[in-house]
């Protein structure tokens, strides 16, 4: 089993509606969550960042932590063709050293 | 400077030959991390220095690849003898120390290195 597992895309979704991207972790001690967004031939990018069980939101971003069910989630409403890229789930692992990063969903959003 | 500065953006090789790859993170922060991306895929962990504390290499795939950082700063990935399967964006992230038990600050990236062996 992978250390960090996201759901297969590629994910298309119409413009204005909500994308849902999925993250799931093996580690259960872990505790920092994070996506980051990559557009294509650039580095990734900081979006979110999440420490807590629950919602966190930024703008038209939200972060959903379940620790005990080991998943973290990013949901994008009103989505709009600038947010087509690949996001990256990447999870803090106990140690405290290494972030683990997830193989990266497509997301297309059509205009 | 103001982001992660890495060195060369570009590097094309021969295979069986040496190269070094440069990082120079964000000043004040103490974590640097080196990730491979492979076309289309996923960010490879590969080496993580935390201040004057023992790197974690547990990421590296062969003893062909190597990594230092001197005085807490400027870090080198070197890897030797390049093999073909070498071939990738080399990412190179900065990140604040985290808190006493808290957790890992967000990580900056640089803008690649990419290296192709031919």
């Known amino acids: 089993q992978k250390e960090v597992e996201q759901n297969s895309g590629p994910l298309s979704v119409p413009e204005g509606a909500i994308a849902s991207l999925n993250c799931t972790y093996s580690?259960?001690?872990?505790?920092?969550f994070f996506w980051y967004r990559q557009y294509s031939g650039k580095s990734p990018e900081l979006i979110m960042f999440?420490?807590?069980?629950g919602d966190k939101e930024d703008g038209r971003f939200t972060a959903q932590l379940n620790k005990a069910s080991q998943y973290v989630s990013l949901l994008i409403r009103d989505s709009q063709p600038s947010d087509s890229a690949t996001y990256l789930c990447?999870?803090?692992?106990?140690?405290?050293?290494?972030?683990?990063f997830g193989e990266g969903t497509q997301l297309t959003v059509n205009p | 400077g103001a982001g992660v500065s890495q060195s060369p953006s570009n590097k094309v090789t021969e295979k069986g030959k040496d190269v070094e790859l440069r990082c120079d993170p964000i000043?004040?922060?103490?974590?640097l991390y080196w990730y491979r991306q492979s076309l289309g895929q996923g960010l490879e962990f590969l080496i993580y220095f935390q201040g004057n504390s023992a790197p974690d290499k547990s990421g590296l795939p062969s003893d062909r690849f190597s990594a230092e950082r001197t005085g807490g700063s400027v870090s080198t990935l070197t890897i030797q003898r390049t093999q073909q399967e070498d071939s990738a964006v080399y990412l190179c992230?900065?990140?604040?120390?985290?808190?006493?038990?808290?957790?890992?600050?967000?990580?900056?990236f640089g803008n690649g290195t990419r290296l192709t062996v031919t």
């Open positions: 000043s004040g922060h103490t974590a």
């Open positions: 580690d259960r001690g872990s505790q920092s």
């Open positions: 999440i420490y807590s069980n």
């Open positions: 992230a900065s990140s604040l120390k985290p808190g006493s038990g808290g957790p890992n600050s967000p990580l900056h």
């Open positions: 990447a999870v803090q692992e106990t140690s405290g050293s290494r972030l683990t």
